[in-house]
């Protein structure tokens, strides 16, 4: 869950010295970090001594480390703060109990486009803490802010913390090491020290692999950051770019918003109705969402894996015989299957199915790929 768009559609990044900073900016520049604007903030894309390749394979084999304080952090708090979330938010916060994670969206009241996906973390029926992505933290906040009652506060926190993304199989040991906590299931969190630092340990990721997110106080960044990776030498820990962790994602078929999701790109056509609580009796873009998943969508979101040696990218068009039947939404080299993927909106008027063949205009030269159900490469999330 990350993002490269404002929810209004694609903007110009602001300038260079415009961007924010992680508080562990100066961390990545002694590393070698080469930078990309993302979301308003300058972040790493990849490390010298290795790049996208090394930490990719790092997180599928042993542990890699991400900085993603770029993501949002906002809290909602008051009576009732539980409920008035799960009246906006799609997914239906009473599957969980306080201490528990969800994934959810914050759909468009009128057309049911996705203006984000946010993780929400439940702490008490007056206490939600929510991390949506960079660009769209100030979005969500405001129509949260906007439909909130009397008694409910709406905060933006997006600078007063750091997130680090601990992912892959030697995960637990290295924050065993620290005695930080390990022993909770998937999707949930748990309170914790380090070095005088009060955190909070996620077991949440977007890599596919085994793995916590670390929610740090900004000023407590850099010493936890410097903990993590002296607590990995054994496992050969790695810094991790956003470059590795979009090849990760994609290979999960896990959405980026502004690709994936958007606001013209709604839940049921990006198979997302796991996340969407159907029967309760209120959430944003209910009434529009229920009409299309009745109808059925126009358009739905598969799979695609190169025959040839193409590499997909996003917006490139998908074709059978002489007729475009889709847009390619993400697309990479998959490290782990040394293939081309992507996923691609396909239109159901086609009536392709997994198995199926269509071709992908990849800079002027066919490339026949096949029709399939993410994600790509098995999981090992639990």
């Not at 009576?79 to 994670?101: E, K």
């Not at 290979?251 to 056509?269: A, F, R, W």
């Amino acid at each position: 869950m990350t993002d490269v768009t404002q929810v209004s559609g694609p903007t110009p990044e602001p300038s260079a010295d415009q961007l924010r900073h992680s508080p562990l900016h100066e961390r990545h520049v002694a590393l070698g970090a080469k930078f990309a604007a993302f979301g308003g903030w300058s972040m790493p894309l990849e490390y010298a001594g290795g790049g996208v390749l090394a930490e990719h394979t790092a997180v599928r084999t042993g542990v890699g480390v991400f900085d993603v304080s770029h993501l949002g952090k906002a809290r909602v708090t008051g009576p009732g703060a539980a409920d008035f979330v799960n009246a906006c938010l799609s997914n239906d916060l009473g599957r969980i109990g306080p201490g528990r994670a969800q994934y959810t969206l914050c759909c468009d009241e009128t057309t049911g486009g996705v203006v984000d996906d946010i993780i929400a973390y439940l702490y008490a029926d007056d206490h939600v803490f929510l991390i949506p992505n960079a660009a769209n933290t100030a979005e969500v906040v405001r129509r949260l802010r906007a439909a909130a009652p009397a008694g409910i506060t709406v905060t933006d926190e997006h600078e007063a913390y750091a997130v680090l993304a601990v992912q892959g199989p030697a995960s637990t040991q290295v924050l065993g090491r620290l005695g930080l906590p390990t022993g909770h299931d998937y999707m949930s969190f748990a309170a914790a020290d380090l070095d005088a630092a009060s955190l909070v340990v996620c077991r949440t990721g977007y890599t596919g692999e085994h793995g916590y997110e670390l929610v740090v106080p900004a000023e407590a960044a850099t010493r936890v950051w410097d903990a993590l990776l002296a607590a990995g030498e054994p496992d050969g820990i790695r810094a991790c770019g956003l470059g590795a962790r979009d090849t990760l994602r994609t290979e999960m078929g896990y959405p980026l918003h502004g690709q994936d999701l958007s606001l013209e790109i709604t839940p049921v056509q990006a198979r997302l109705g796991w996340a969407v609580g159907w029967d309760k009796p209120a959430f944003w873009g209910r009434e529009a969402l229920l009409a299309e998943k009745a109808a059925g969508a126009r358009r739905t979101l598969w799979g695609l894996e190169a025959e040839g040696r193409g590499i997909p990218r996003a917006g490139m068009t998908a074709l059978v015989g002489d007729t475009e039947v889709g847009t390619i939404t993400s697309g990479t080299f998959s490290p782990t299957r040394k293939l081309g993927i992507a996923l691609a909106l396909l239109d159901t008027t086609a009536g392709l199915a997994q198995g199926d063949r269509v071709e992908v205009d990849v800079r002027g030269r066919r490339t026949p790929m096949r029709v399939v159900r993410p994600p790509f490469v098995q999981p090992s999330v639990k």
